[in-house]
């Protein structure tokens, strides 16, 4: 366990200090909005504009009038709850993004491909899910940076997305300014089911289904977990996203792709769901 940890922390600070040598191809080094048109025009119809109307706002909702809501996963810990997440996802022909670090991402780079493969986004979660407020401004660029590699490194491909969550949610203008001036924008979150608390934590599916069921507004944007955390056995989020997906449609409201908000000359109304 020892010679693994050490391993693990290597790795780590292998990257982050890759990460503060090279530029990412976000134009993470180059400068404020440097290489945001082409971050951009990885999708179809999006826009350096699009991107830009993110910037300056932790974006907990969706801006708009529409029953339309996007679902969200975070990733750090394992993939313990993967293969149902992207069953009932496929089943329901719904689209997701995935926020992940990069630790994950290089300890998991077979979920990266898989994710991009079944045609969800993939998002920054920084690298190794520290404090931001307890870094330097280079080590926070170092993290966003470092993440970034280690996504594209694992085979994200157009999946990629210039969204960026922060770790725990602890979020202040100031740092927003340093992601969006790296080239992403910050998207956190409306509610979270705190799946992730598991039982131990005193969580049940029916609390974690009630929790995304409460928050359902225009626009709102659901924050579940893909795994489990030590010493955690079951994954909750996974076991409540049926319920959730269907109660949302029940309810009157569709599934929106997060990306399509690249795309500021298309209205939610155009925002369809995953090809059937």
């Known amino acids: 366990m020892e010679a693994h940890s050490l391993v693990a922390r290597g790795q780590v600070s292998r990257r982050l200090m890759t990460a503060g040598l090279l530029a990412g191809a976000w134009g993470v080094v180059a400068g404020p909005l440097a290489g945001t048109a082409r971050a951009a025009s990885t999708r179809p119809g999006a826009t350096a504009d699009g991107l830009r109307a993110l910037f300056g706002s932790e974006n907990r909702v969706i801006r708009t009038s529409e029953r339309v809501v996007a679902v969200t996963f975070n990733a750090a810990w394992n993939d313990a709850g993967l293969d149902s997440i992207l069953d009932d996802l496929a089943r329901r022909h719904t689209p997701a993004t995935f926020f992940l670090t990069g630790a994950f991402a290089d300890r998991h780079p077979e979920v990266v491909r898989r994710v991009a493969a ?14 931001f407020k307890d ?14 590699q280690a996504l594209r490194a694992a085979g994200a491909g157009q999946s990629l997305t ?3 969550r922060f770790p725990y ?12 001036g790296l080239g992403f924008a910050d998207i956190e979150y409306t509610a979270d089911t ?3 608390k598991g039982t131990e934590g005193g969580m049940t599916v029916d609390l974690a289904v009630g929790r995304a069921l ?11 977990h893909v795994g489990t955390s030590e010493g955690r056995a079951e994954v909750i989020d996974a076991q409540a996203l049926p319920r959730i997906l269907d109660a949302i449609t029940t309810r009157g409201y ?5 990306r399509t908000l ?15």
């Open 262 to 276: 690249l795309t500021p000359a298309a209205g939610p109304a155009d925002r369809g769901n995953l090809p059937g």
């Open 135 to 148: 870094l330097t401004t280079a080590g926070r660029r170092r993290e966003v940076q470092a993440a970034d």
């Open 118 to 131: 079944a045609g969800h986004g993939l998002g920054n979660h920084s690298y190794s899910h520290p404090f």
């Open 169 to 180: 949610s602890e979020t202040s203008a100031a740092q927003i300014d340093e992601v969006n």
């Open 254 to 258: 569709r599934v929106i792709d997060l």
């Open 194 to 196: 705190n799946g992730w």
């Open 162 to 164: 210039p969204f960026f």
């Open 214 to 224: 409460d928050a359902l507004r225009p626009g709102a944007i659901v924050q579940m």
